[in-house]
């Protein structure tokens, strides 16, 4: 039988419950993030800021040129924190199926929900007329048989947006879908894909599974997979942590190699302590991330290294190779042993 996914995704969510709290702001370019002299950057901004250019990541001093009369706030999370649990516990009243993916978006499993007829447009319909009756945000909504394709029809409309895709139009839509779109698809991939002419899922369908498993991998199989609209990824109630980490954006950017070593030690020391909240899980490797003073970030991995002062050093030589700039943001983290990794190690040979 064929499930039924929402994915429900509020609409500039910190933006607003800001503008909920205070009307004034609804119409003024408003962005949420950290000061430009203290090298922050933008968490969200409402629409009218949209409009400017601006958006989520964007340095804070960028957003500010872009528009010298933006409203910038530092943000206040507590109150974030009970609008998402508010939200959640409508969530809650539809299915107990519901995967929170952050504060401000979840999916939910409606599939053997009775209510409204077991019809999942209505139950969509239902979530975002009590979002915002009862917290007072709109949220966006998107309906369809499996979590890829919900996720991209609740941002097909945005905002205060419904998209539902039944199990009829899953080839039509998929078809004429940009490969960017797809669960995976970073700039890296994309590049390789377009180097093949492939641009939409219609003409990856045209590719054998052979190919694309020669071409990118055991990744391959995916690609082959969402071209085709499948994806029986369930909905889990429990979050599972995949990584733990530690980074710093630094107040001046930091111009040699020997600067960037001297600042692994505290960052060791925070990944630590971290990792002793978290009860010290299994480690599959280590990582550091490097973000350069042009904004271009590197991100280099090791398998199975433990954490240790002397193999970040190592990571970080490796990784500031690659560019040889400045250094804006340095970090350093864990990757954890997953279940799946798990099962893996697992199967009989």
Known sequence: MSRKILHADCDCFYAAVEMRDNPALREVPL??????????????????????????????????????????????????????????????ELTPLVEPLSLDEAFLDVTDVTRFSGSATWMARWLKEECLKRVGITVSVGA????????????????????????????????????????????????RLQALDIDTCNDLQRIPLDRLLQEFGKFGRRLFELARGIDDRPVRTERERKSVSAETTFASDLPELSLCYAELAPLCERLDARLARHGHPPIAGTFVKVRFDDFSLTTLDSRGGSPTLENFTALLEQAWARRTRPVRLLGVGVRLVTDDARRQLRLPF
């Not at 804070?60 to 528009?67: V, Y």
């Not at 029809?153 to 539902?164: F, Y």
């Open 144 to 191: 369809a048989p499996s979590k890829f394709l919900a996720k991209i029809a609740s941002d097909w409309e945005k905002p205060d947006g419904l998209t539902v895709i039944s199990p009829s139009q899953v080839n039509g839509f998929v078809r004429q879908l940009p490969v960017t779109k797809l669960h995976g698809v970073g700039p890296a991939t994309a590049k």
């Open 31 to 92: 962005a949420i993030g950290g000061s430009a002299e203290g090298r922050g950057v933008i968490a969200t901004c409402n629409y009218p800021a949209r409009a400017y250019g601006i958006h989520s990541a964007m340095p804070t001093a960028r957003a500010l040129r872009l528009c010298p009369h933006l409203t910038l706030l530092r943000g206040d999370f507590d109150r974030y924190r009970e609008a998402s649990r508010q939200i959640s516990a409508i969530f809650h």
